[in-house]
């Protein structure tokens, strides 16, 4: 039985589709479901970024606003749903909310990326090696 699923998300519509089979996970066992977008402070915003209205000019501000917004799109499919911003790259970011909660699993997207890590994304290839749980990858591209 699972208790604690981890999700990783950003602004991409892979993310998105991600988080939603996250949350019909949660939702079909009764599990929490942490939203988690991770804050690469290696990265800085400028003024000619795109960012959504609501999003904040900082990497952590811009995380944590990303996380609260697909959280509550998901509180329709699951009842009980955490957001939060976490340091790190975001396989790092995963990896460490998953050791941190006691994650029976972590959900991840795919994307189309080039060499070993296109079979199933990079990200998720970071996940799959140094996960504490099981992984569960979304097709989504």
Do not use: F, W
Request: glycine share 8%; with cysteine; net charge negative.
């Amino acid at each position: 039985m699972l208790k604690n699923i981890v999700v990783g998300v950003d602004d991409s519509e892979s993310a998105l589709k991600a988080a939603q089979r996250a949350a019909e996970l949660a939702a079909s066992t009764g599990a929490v479901l942490h939203v988690v977008s991770a804050v690469d402070n290696r990265r800085t915003i400028s003024e000619s970024d795109n960012l959504p209205e609501g999003v904040g000019t900082t990497p952590g501000e811009q995380a944590e606003a990303i996380a609260g917004r697909v959280a509550s799109t998901l509180s329709d499919i699951t009842t009980e749903v955490h957001s939060s911003p976490h340091p790190g790259r975001p396989g790092e970011a995963l990896v460490a909310v998953a050791n941190e909660v006691g994650a029976d699993l972590i959900v991840v997207g795919n994307r189309r990326v080039q060499g070993i890590a296109r079979v199933l994304g990079s990200i998720a290839t970071d996940v799959a090696q140094h996960a504490p749980c099981d992984v569960y990858i979304v097709k989504t591209v």
